[in-house]
């Protein structure tokens, strides 16, 4: 698919330091703005922390602290903050350079939302601290997350808001503040297992429990392959494909895990799989479950996915003039059609009277409706007559289908297909994931879409691509972080994989969605051509792991290596055990690691400090209480923090995040009030957020017929032949 820059002209001033802000810059330059980054008068202290800070910023031109207001009256957005650092002082200056150029919009990545518990130092470790990430891997202790959600959150929901404002100055002329932090970027990776209902059922409030065991299996030859079992007949499919003999184990059996079961065997029979895996070869296993259709994966080291072919198919990684290679952007643009009118309008949010057809099912997919309606998008779900399969799990649906109408429809019925051309007749935009071939089957492809509306937007979501050699393979969240991969990262030291319990891979392709989204509605509305968009999920995977470059000569550099303990990646950054509860230690910069060091009583340099250090600090802290550390540590610069569990319930009543929206509360006709993950930005002028609640099946179908000009009759009459429900 040929490319579009689709932010071509666009001007963007880059003030940001660390990570987050990197990432959304860079982004914003492989969309083709013109992005001119200005650094901190004494230099950058996280271009020695990164090895690829160098790489994300390679697409910006380089300007003095003097030029910036000239720079900023010329701009159209501007990024700034980040990660903190004891060398840098951290800008707060986001309302005054708004005052001063006031069609700018500002992308300010705090440290926290303001006058709210969860401010102070911004890094990765402290962000999954304040958010509870940590605790949500294993059920006795906390852990690091190891495909950093604060710093790739904040940097997608930056973008997010970002493009969001852009849009809506089209119309007012104005711009505003986007706000976000490492904080609020940690939470939306949790969000399909926090949700507080008012009347719960035991099916509504099950999530999948911490610490279970996933289904990942060393092979015969000493590889590692991880299976998903769960789809309609795939436990009878992978049984076949193991030689199980089962006889209890029919060919409709999906094997969904169920409440209330071991955590070793809740995805399935650990032991009888295990054993049975153990006896075949990889490739001959995995070809095996393949042309059963079903999903499985080996588990590989970062980087090893960049040299398949389907990958190059994709266009994702990025070979530089001096032969760095690096992840680029994670999606493809390709012209549609011209012509299309302006549809920005002024209004309370920034996609107001902007409609989406959303055909997608699971998360990814429809994730990406979500983030559009939460920005004041007018969302239709379609949705299969027998259900979305995702209702099944309640706070998974909720999550990623909140804020939208429903109508369901039998697409393979020609009534019903009419239906849905109808609906997207008017629309702007049409999304699905679809496997390849189904969409131009039933006529719902870019092509057919754009020849009933020529200012459609189109996007699809495939698991591995269109088209290439691995398009028709099945593609789930467990095994794009198996295939990508996040599980071996999250493995750390000398360790067996990992498999994330957050839906990483599925939430990662719901923001790139809703990213390449807004972008097609800006380049829409500043060009008048329309735009088909594919976002693989797999690519959501490896720009999940944007810290990996390699090097002209073919190693790897900048993915970490969490310790054994999966403690941390340095003992200077580290979760620690004291007499009366865990504790985060940062000591960030050259004072605060001797400071650590001489606190301590430990000895060498810190740089060059591995887990045999990460022991004795461990040893000396955990002969203190909380007050002890903080007392002994704060003094030398160094960040120091309590690792609680159950955030889940204090994030979701905090008064302060629900005024914000960062947690929206709605009312669902069966369970009551519904406190969940809202939305991770804020704008400094424009609304944000719904109080809808989850649709149930069918509920707007005869609403949304009678929008299209069909009459009580003749909906009754699609009733009975059975089109819609």
Known sequence: MSMIRMLDGLKVVDLGVGMAPALAAKMLADLGASVTRIEPAGGDPFAAIYPAYEVWHRGAARAGGEALDALLADADACILGGEDH???????DAAALAARHPRLVLLDITDGPAGTRYVGPSTELLAQVRSGLVWEQEPDRPIVNAFEPGSYGAAMQGLIGLLGALFEREASGEGQIVSTSLFEGALPWIGTYWAKLEKPTPMADFVIPRGVAPLIFRTRDGRFIHMAIGGAGSKYGFYQALEIDDPSVLPGDSGMPKPGGSRRDFFGDYEVLAAHVAKKDCDELLARIWERGLPAEEVQTPGACWSDPQVARNGIIVTDPDGTRHVGLP???????????????????????????????????PLAGVVLADLGADVVKVEAKQGDPNRSIFKSFTVANHSKRVIGV???????????????????????????GVAPRLGVDPASLSAINPALIVLEAPAFGND?????????????????????KAGGTGNEPRWNRTNLVDFAGGM?????????????????????????????????????????????????????????????????KAKDGWVAIVARGRRAAEGLRDALALAGDPAAWGEAEERQIAGRVAALDLAAVQALLTPHGIWVEPVRDGKEEQILTDPQLIARGTVRVSRHAAFGQINEIGTAFSLSRSRLGTDLPAPQPGAHTRELLARLGYDETAIGELYERQAVA
Not at 410 to 436: S, T, Y
Not at 468 to 488: I, R, S, Y
């Open 410 to 436: 039998d697409m393979k019925h020609g009534e019903g297909l009419r239906i849905v051309q109808q609906l997207c007749a008017d629309a702007d935009v049409v999304m699905n994931n679809f496997r390849p």
């Open 86 to 92: 004891p060398d840098l002082v951290r800008r707060r």
């Open 468 to 488: 290439g050699p691995l398009a028709l393979k099945a593609g789930f969240d467990m095994v794009m972080q198996a295939w990508t991969g996040h599980e071996v």
């Open 512 to 576: 790139l969605g809703s990213i390449a989204i807004l972008a097609a509605l800006l380049y829409r509305e500043r060009t008048g051509s329309s735009v088909a968009l594919e976002s693989p999920l797999c690519n959501a995977g490896i720009y999940t792991l944007s810290e990996l470059i390699q090097r002209p000569d073919g190693s790897f550099a900048g993915v970490p290596t969490l310790s054994s303990s999966l403690s941390g990646y340095t003992p200077l950054e580290c979760l620690y």
């Open 331 to 365: 999606f493809s643009a390709a012209p549609l059609a011209e012509g299309a009118a302006k549809r920005a309008s002024r209004g309370t949010a920034p996609l107001s009277g902007i409609r989406v057809i959303d055909c997608g099912a699971f998360v990814a997919g």
